[in-house]
């Protein structure tokens, strides 16, 4: 799951926790907060997990991801107290202590340069402390390194997986102009925008089942059968990372368009499950 806020203009703040699913993202829980108005956001994300509560199977394996603009430590101890794991980038700024060592050290010293990255059990700031698990990793394509503290073991986190809280913010563009347009509303009550979001948020699960069906099932290619000379071969760009080039939702509501075209049983789609993101090439130790 990802947690983040979102605004329309100056009309609402929206605070919203999202499943995450193939580069897409549905809402599960949000409240309707008017915009530009002061005031904390604890009691309400506290409201929002207190109505998740129960809801997902103890069993199941959940991490709640959050940037760095969202991280307390009151949201980390919330997080674990539903069971759940805590998956929050923090700042460069602070201190941590590395687990048997009794001096703190600036956090960029977890990953100090491009093509480093450290992972361990330490205390986190000098004033309010958490003991965690910090994941360090700064990869040449970034500005700076990812920070991110969770409560599981070090050998059984993966920093590369915070790369799945970006999908809330296309869950946002999915909701505004790329695909719902609530960006248009004329509502200026909450309480109403509130009960709007959830038509939005059955109709995100619908287009995200139907597109993802179809991206799950999308034929192989057959690139690799081509001659070595073709001009495929020779424009083609290298890349690490196989971008979608249609995203899940934009997906489902052409599927769906179609059927409606041709005059066909509606699909209501399923949910493939996906590998969770790997690192591939690993960086140096920092």
Sequence with gaps: MAIDATTLKDIFTVLSISIVYRGCAIPVAWTMLPGNCPGAWKPHWLRLFEDL??????????????????????LYQA???LGWHPFLRIKMMGTYRREGESAFCPLQFAAPKMGTRWSGRVTCFRSRRLPCTLLARWDEAHREPWLIVTDLPPDHAEVC????????????????????RWNYTRMTDPKRAERYWLAIAVATLW???IGGEADATLPESSFNELPE??????TKKPSRVR??????????TLVLLANLIARATLPLGRFYPEPWPASEASPSSG
Excluded at 161 to 180: H, N, P, Q, V
Excluded at 229 to 234: D, E, L, T
Excluded at 243 to 252: A, N, Q, W
């Design 229 to 234: 000379r073709h001009i495929a071969r020779q």
């Design 79 to 81: 997080i674990l107290r």
């Design 207 to 209: 287009m995200v089942a």
């Design 161 to 180: 997986w915070y790369a799945m809280r970006a999908w809330i913010e296309a869950g946002f563009k999915d909701t505004k102009r790329g695909g719902c």
């Design 53 to 74: 509560d129960k809801t997902i199977p103890p069993d199941w394996f959940v991490i709640v991801m959050a940037d760095r603009g969202l991280y307390a430590k009151w």
């Design 243 to 252: 971008p979608r080039g249609l995203s899940c939702f934009c997906r489902g």
